[in-house]
């Protein structure tokens, strides 16, 4: 559920959470930690991203520190 996401986005942002929820590896929300979300800059990005994709599970289970990287 995006709402979901983007409440645990708002309120545990800085502590990667809202990437826990969306199934990424252990690293992320520990960066997310160390670097309060590079400043909030992550979580402002993630906010928008999340509230605007018509489907949150192109996020899903991403394992980059910046959710929206593709791989390859």
């Not at 590896?25 to 800059?41: K, Q, S």
């Amino acid at each position: 559920n995006k709402w979901v996401a983007a409440g645990l986005d708002l309120s545990l942002g800085m502590f990667g959470v809202h990437r826990l929820y969306l199934g990424t590896e252990a690293h992320v929300p520990v960066m997310y930690t160390l670097t309060l979300g590079c400043g909030g800059i992550l979580i402002l990005a993630d906010l928008g991203l999340i509230l605007l994709s018509k489907d949150i599970e192109t996020y899903s289970n991403s394992p980059h520190i910046f959710m929206w990287r593709k791989e390859g």
